[in-house]
Nanobody, 121 residues
Framework: QVQLVESGGGLVQSGESLRLSCVVS????????IGWYRQAPGNEREQVSC????????SYADFVKGRFTTSRDNTKKTVYLQMNSLQPEDTGVYYC??????????????WGQGTQVTVSS
C-alpha cells in the first residue's frame, strides 16, 4: 500500500525557515514525479513545487521562487521542501503527492496527510 508521510511543519516567525520531509513507502521513488502543495484556510489547494523522477529537474510556483527548494534522496525514499524567508501568507497545510504517470505533477495519484505550517508576523 502506497503511503506518503509528511513531517517538519510547525510555528515559526516571519523570515525564519523550515524543512519539510515526505517519506514515500511501497513505491520506487526514483521513477516518479513528486509535488508539494499547500492549502490555506478558505483557499483551494495550490501547487508549490515539483521534482522530476526522470532527471531531478525542479519547478516552482512564482510565489515561492527564490525562497523554497525541493530535493530528493531516493535512497531514503524522501523528498524535501526547504522553505526560507517564510512569510505569514505561507501559512497552510502542506502536502506531498505522487504523479505516477510522470506528467510533471499535473496529476496526483497518492497524497500524504499533510503537515501544518504557521508563520507569525
Amino acid at each position: 500500500q502506497v503511503q506518503l508521510v509528511e513531517s517538519g511543519g510547525g510555528l515559526v516567525q516571519s523570515g525564519e525557515s523550515l524543512r519539510l520531509s515526505c517519506v514515500v513507502s511501497a513505491l520506487t521513488l526514483d521513477y516518479f514525479d513528486i509535488g508539494w502543495y499547500r492549502q490555506a484556510p478558505g483557499n483551494e489547494r495550490e501547487q508549490v513545487s515539483c521534482i522530476s523522477g526522470a532527471d531531478g529537474t525542479t519547478s516552482y510556483a512564482d510565489f515561492v521562487k527564490g525562497r523554497f527548494t525541493t530535493s530528493r534522496d531516493n535512497t531514503k525514499k524522501t523528498v524535501y521542501l526547504q522553505m526560507n524567508s517564510l512569510q505569514p501568507e505561507d501559512t497552510g497545510v502542506y502536502y506531498c503527492a505522487v504523479d505516477t504517470g510522470n506528467y510533471k505533477c499535473s496529476y496526483q495519484d497518492y497524497w500524504g496527510q499533510g503537515t501544518q505550517v504557521t508563520v507569525s508576523s
